[in-house]
């Protein structure tokens, strides 16, 4: 069974700090990952998307790869409260050319 | 910008229906899925589609049926609904295969319920 296990929170920080949110995985030849943001009762959106080992930055987000850890994680700076929400990792494996498999999400509060 | 429009934001139905959700996307996604989304137990895959005419089943299929007759359409289909089928359904798609970006996207869902 392939797992993406997430902490489920909530996480909370302050207006303006930075928000850490971690995700692991079981699969060790997944190869693509995903962070979606999910505001209540609304539907997943794509934030970042990361392939390789490293760093990807787009604006306040980064994203944070370790294969050999089998660890992703998605940094937020200067967190708003726009951003409170959950976010939820998705992974694919190498092995399927469609399905992701989604951890339960982590519920980020970010209080002004 | 991808966009992906399932026909029903809110829906009530009474147990015993036959209920018909419908999904389009306006991407030209090879994959288009469905998924139920209930507190505590995250995304669960229903079924899914890889080709025109094709399916396969996901996590938890019971219940739930699909038909895909044009590459753009993706419906679910609940024979006799049951009140344990409350729930927001997501239905999402993507390009399939190696070397291509293969992030799904989501449509706005369809919280029904079963009454």
């Known amino acids: 069974q392939k797992e993406v296990e997430q902490n489920s929170g909530p996480l909370s920080v302050p207006e303006g700090a930075i928000a850490s949110l971690n995700c692991t995985y079981s699969d060790r030849v997944s190869q693509s990952f995903f962070w979606y943001r999910q505001y209540s009762g609304k539907s997943p959106e794509l934030i970042m998307s990361?392939?390789?080992?490293g760093d990807k930055e787009d604006g306040r987000f980064t994203a944070q790869l370790n294969k050999a850890s089998q660890y992703v994680s998605l940094l937020i700076r200067d967190s708003q409260p726009s951003d409170s929400a959950t976010y939820l990792c998705a992974v694919k494996s190498r092995g399927s050319n469609y399905k992701l498999t989604f951890g339960k999400g982590t519920l980020l509060t970010v209080n002004p | 910008d991808v966009k992906v429009t399932q026909s029903s934001r809110y829906l009530v139905k009474r147990t015993g229906e036959k209920v018909f959700l419908e999904c389009v996307q306006d991407?030209?996604?090879?994959?288009m899925f469905w998924y139920r989304q209930d507190p505590g137990l995250g995304l669960r895959l229903i079924y899914f589609?890889?080709?025109?005419?094709?399916?396969e089943k996901g996590d938890i299929p019971e219940g739930y049926s699909v038909s895909r007759e044009k590459k753009e359409r993706f419906s679910l289909i609940l024979e006799s609904a049951s009140t344990n089928q409350t729930s927001m359904y997501l239905c999402?798609?993507?390009?399939?295969?190696?070397?291509?970006?293969?992030?799904?996207?989501f449509g706005q869902g369809t919280r029904l319920t079963v009454v």
């Open positions: 990361i392939y390789s080992n």
């Open positions: 991407m030209d996604h090879e994959n």
């Open positions: 999402a798609s993507s390009f399939s295969g190696t070397g291509v970006p293969n992030e799904a996207f």
């Open positions: 589609s890889y080709d025109v005419k094709m399916k």
